[in-house]
């Protein structure tokens, strides 16, 4: 069953079309993952202007880099939605205002290019400002994005690259605020988000196209393991990622006291191992496409127990 074809409305009205294309929605809620390793490593809520350029920086970079992603896939996108109807799962928090908005027809690609362009450039002056090094981990995040849309059909390990990029915002936070940071600091705080993504992120959302990916001969995770090894793999990324998230008590510079302890072990199960556990159980679409949307809630929610246990 393929998409009806949408509208393409003028002016102000197509603003959603392009924020469909940087997967907005989602890209507001990983603001919140640079914030709280900014703050675990600082311990403290930065200066008034770092914060204001560094959420500006994030938003842009991950506006800029979500849409890169379709940019790079326009092709496989048409050929997708072309050949399988190319529908999201109800409910899809990157489907909120319309699924690959270029390769529906309701955007130009050279529109495209122009966005992503733009927000990119932004992105590079803002880290710049920050830290050179904050640029130099987001124009690799850019190069990785795109090596990781080219192994589409190539191999599954893949998936790996996504936690890199994912990973690169918290990374370039840290080193945003200082230019010297403590690299066992860094490896835990990269081992915890780069369990959630493969976890929280990549599996689930590559489970929710498994029948599309088979058809289009995509290498993921789930098409190699099938669907249940996929989801045993992704529940022990989730564990991972869980653990990790309290050796951070530990580590961290910022007083993190008793709430961040319980906060943690609270989020990791209610976010993360709760539907995963649902998904293990019953596999399908819409069990991962639940996974997918409540971890991508996890980071907000850990920056707000952060931040309750450094106020209290």
């Known amino acids: 069953m393929k998409n009806p074809p949408l509208e393409n409305p003028a002016g102000l009205a197509r603003l959603k079309f392009f924020l469909a294309l940087s997967r907005t929605p989602h890209g507001l809620l990983d603001l919140a993952a640079p914030a709280l390793c900014a703050l675990l490593w600082l311990g403290k809520i930065p200066s008034a202007e770092v914060v204001i350029l560094g959420l500006l920086t994030a938003f842009s970079g991950y506006t800029a880099v979500y849409a890169l992603n379709d940019i790079v896939d326009f092709q496989v996108d048409r050929k997708k939605i072309r050949e399988t109807g190319g529908q999201a799962q109800a409910g899809d928090l990157d489907a909120v205002f319309v699924r690959h908005p270029m ?13 992503t362009s733009g927000w990119a450039l932004l992105t590079i002056l803002g880290s710049y400002l920050l830290n050179p090094v904050c640029t130099g981990i987001f124009l690799s995040a850019c190069v990785l994005e795109i090596v990781y849309c080219l192994l589409l059909r190539v191999t599954c390990l893949r998936g790996i690259i996504s936690g890199l990029v994912k990973n690169s915002g918290g990374i370039a936070a840290v080193f945003a605020v200082d230019p010297n940071p403590d690299w066992a600091f860094l490896a835990v705080l990269f081992l915890w988000f780069f369990s959630w993504e493969i976890g929280g992120q990549n599996i689930p959302n590559d489970w929710i196209d498994l029948e599309e990916d088979r058809r289009m001969l995509a290498k993921t995770l789930p098409v190699r393991f099938g669907p249940v090894r996929s989801i045993r793999i992704l529940f022990g990324a989730l564990v991972l990622s869980l653990v990790a998230s309290v050796i951070m008590f530990w580590i961290s510079p910022a007083q993190l006291d008793l709430p961040y302890l319980l906060g943690a072990i609270f989020c990791g199960f209610f976010f993360l191992l709760v539907p995963a556990r649902r998904l293990l159980k019953a596999p ?29």
Not at 109 to 115: K, P, R
Not at 290 to 310: C, H
């Open 103 to 115: 390769a529906q027809g309701v955007l130009k690609y050279a529109e495209g290019i122009l966005w």
């Open 284 to 312: 399908s679409a819409p069990e991962a496409s639940a996974l997918f949307n409540r971890a991508s809630y996890y980071p907000l929610a850990m920056l707000v127990v952060t931040l309750v246990s450094e106020a209290i």
